[in-house]
DNA sequence: CCAGAACCATACCACACGGTACGAAACCGT
DNA sequence: ACGGTTTCGTACCGTGTGGTATGGTTCTGG
């Protein structure tokens, strides 16, 4: 009962979550947010809490729609196939037409005033998530899937190095293309042969 | 002739670049600013111009203090030497004790506000100026001291997405051990052999 | 020893920030 | 039709922002 509310929540949480991927967490003013979300600073109160949890809002989302594919991206065989899936995937993920350039984790809130202190860090915690899949992901690879003498855990890094390095690329104006030759260029280091051994 | 300033200007923009370098242009506040620098508002602005100024300044010099080492390690031989010597420096500026976490250039502005649009078009500006130099040591190396089948422009764009990418590890916390494990892991797949060749 | 010049410190400005109080409007159950 | 409830819109709050006016202070050149 009550007067019902006049927007979508979701459909809110989406135009919040492009704000945030293009200016981050502290660029992100609330009247831009209510501006492109189409809603009072009231409604947004109501219907989100504060900014902060709004943010926290529009990274699960972000998460569970932009990076949907790194699960499947993962269960590729063998490892090369999982590595070169999600690669790819993040090179397309932050060079979309319709999308802002770049990545929601990285740009949200690399460094930052000490007021966004707590947001930095969950930043960090989520994207260290990330690299703690895909080291346990090559980890559980076959002998032989992985390059000779390469530890999982300096791999998983590595990769996740090359995936913010290109959000920071992308950010700077690099465009798909440029991306992918990124991607191709660094798996040309890790030959089909090994992937066959 | 006048009264003589009671700071020393180099040593303010040092500890002004401090500020920026860990908290990024935004995220540092004038107050930030001058309690660090230990000068006032005013004496701030009568020897550096503005915040975005100030910012410039600092930029200059953390290009040719801390990211001084880059000249010397283009210049090494072969190829991959260069490369290795690149990755590494930026590994150990990246990850000092004595210094902010990350790369300025990466911290500064990656995303902000419209505000200081021109200030992150700048640092974008400044990391292609460092892939465009890159890019052209590569190009003039000697044929078959590059991976075989890599183009130098591609090349030279993976090389900065990888410290780039390291820029956000080291801000994440990753240290230093860390991070040259990701530029070994990544030069592995550049073998001596090639640079013998 | 004085005039001019540059610097320092305080106190201030307009403005934008994140966040909220409050009254009017719109709905549901009875 | 009406009471209770929730939302919406406006107008506001305290605080911090980048930036500056002003007056006292400390130096140099003559």
């Known amino acids: 009962m009550g007067r019902p509310r006049?927007?979508?929540?979701?459909?809110?949480?989406?135009?919040?979550?492009?704000?945030?991927?293009?200016?981050?967490y502290e660029g992100a003013s609330l009247s831009d947010l209510t501006e492109a979300m189409g809603i009072t600073r009231p409604?947004?109160?109501a219907a989100f809490g504060n900014k902060e949890e709004l943010f926290r809002k529009a990274l699960d989302r972000y998460e569970s729609h932009v990076?949907?594919?790194?699960?499947?991206?993962?269960?590729?065989?063998?490892?090369?196939?999982?590595?070169?899936?999600?690669?790819?995937?993040f090179a397309d993920a932050q060079s979309g037409q319709d999308t802002p350039?770049?990545?929601?984790g990285v740009n949200g809130a690399l460094a930052c005033s000490e007021a966004s202190e707590p947001v930095r860090q969950e930043l960090a915690r989520r994207r260290g998530a990330v690299e703690a899949r895909l080291a346990e992901r090559l980890r559980a690879a076959p002998a032989g899937q992985l390059p000779p003498g390469a530890d999982p855990d300096d791999l998983a890094r590595y990769v996740m190095a090359l995936a913010q390095g290109m959000a920071v690329q992308a950010k700077s104006g690099a465009g798909r293309e440029a991306l992918r030759r990124v991607v191709a260029t660094a798996l040309q280091a890790w030959p089909d042969?090994?992937?066959a051994a």
């Open 6 to 24: 006049e927007f979508c929540p979701d459909q809110a949480l989406g135009q919040a979550l492009e704000v945030f991927w293009r200016q981050g």
């Open 67 to 89: 990076m949907g594919f790194m699960a499947e991206a993962m269960r590729q065989e063998p490892a090369r196939e999982a590595v070169a899936g999600l690669l790819y995937g």
């Open 101 to 104: 350039a770049g990545c929601l």
């Open 193 to 195: 042969s090994v992937a």
């Open 43 to 45: 409604s947004l109160y």
